[in-house]
C-alpha cells in the first residue's frame, strides 16, 4: 500500500524532526555547561563550539535514517551503495579542503553537509521509486515554531540560561499546537499508536 506507505513516512519525518529542532536548540544554549562538566573546562571553548555546530547534522541524521529504511521497503536497498559512496566521497574531498584551513569548525560543518549529501541522494530515490517528499508543506510550521524558540531562549537567557530555556520550550509548543504541525489524521493515527 505505497499510499499508506507515503503517509507514513511522512509522519515519521515529521515527528522525528519535530523532536530533533527543539533538541538542537537547547544543546545549542547547554553547549558550554555540558563540555564544561563532562570534559572539563581545558575543552572551552571549543568544545562548545564543535558540539553547537554537529548537533545540527541531527535532524537531517534522523530523515535519513528513517528513509534508509524506507528505500529497503520498496525493494530500492542496492541504491543505498551509491548514495553513501556519493556521501563518503564528498566528505573526504570537503574535509581534505577545509579541515587545514578551518580545523574543527570544518569536520562539524562537512558532518552537516554530508548529511545533506546522502539525504539528497536518498530523496532521488524516493522520488524516482515512490512520489516526492513534499518539504514545504511538512516542515514550515516546525521552522517557524523553531524560530520563535531560538528567539525567546536567546531573550530569556540573557536574564537565566534556565529561564531562557523554559520560555523557549513552553513557546515552541504552543507554536506547535497554535500552528497546527500535526493535522487531524495524523492526530488520530499517533492518538491510535499511543497507550491509552
Known amino acids: 500500500d ?19 529542532l527543539p533538541l538542537a536548540v537547547v544543546i545549542t544554549f547547554l553547549a558550554a555547561p555540558l563540555v564544561g562538566l563532562l570534559g572539563g573546562r581545558e575543552f572551552l571553548p571549543d568544545g562548545a563550539l564543535a558540539l553547537q555546530l554537529v548537533i545540527w547534522s541531527i535532524p537531517f541524521g534522523w530523515i535519513n535514517s528513517v528513509t534508509n529504511y524506507l528505500l529497503v521497503a520498496i ?20 574535509n581534505a579542503m577545509l579541515i587545514p584551513l578551518y580545523g574543527f569548525r570544518a569536520a562539524a560543518i562537512s558532518t552537516i553537509l554530508s548529511e545533506i549529501v546522502i539525504g539528497a541522494a536518498f530523496q532521488w530515490y524516493v522520488f524516482r521509486h515512490l512520489s516526492p517528499t513534499p518539504w514545504r508543506r511538512l516542515f514550515w510550521r516546525l521552522g517557524a515554531a523553531t524560530l520563535l524558540m531560538v528567539a525567546a531562549t536567546w531573550l530569556g537567557a540573557r536574564l ?21 504541525v500535526f493535522a487531524a489524521p495524523e492526530r488520530k493515527l499517533l492518538a491510535e499508536l499511543l497507550p491509552a
Not at 160 to 180: D, E, K, P, Q, V
Open 2 to 20: 505505497r499510499p499508506a506507505l507515503t503517509r507514513t513516512y511522512h509522519l515519521a519525518i515529521k515527528l522525528l524532526v519535530t523532536v530533533a
Open 75 to 94: 525493494g530500492q536497498q542496492r541504491v543505498l551503495t551509491r548514495a553513501f559512496v556519493i556521501a563518503v566521497t564528498f566528505n573526504i574531498v570537503i
Open 160 to 180: 537565566h540560561l534556565l529561564l531562557g530555556l523554559m520560555l523557549g520550550g513552553s513557546l515552541y509548543l504552543a507554536a506547535t499546537i497554535f500552528l497546527g
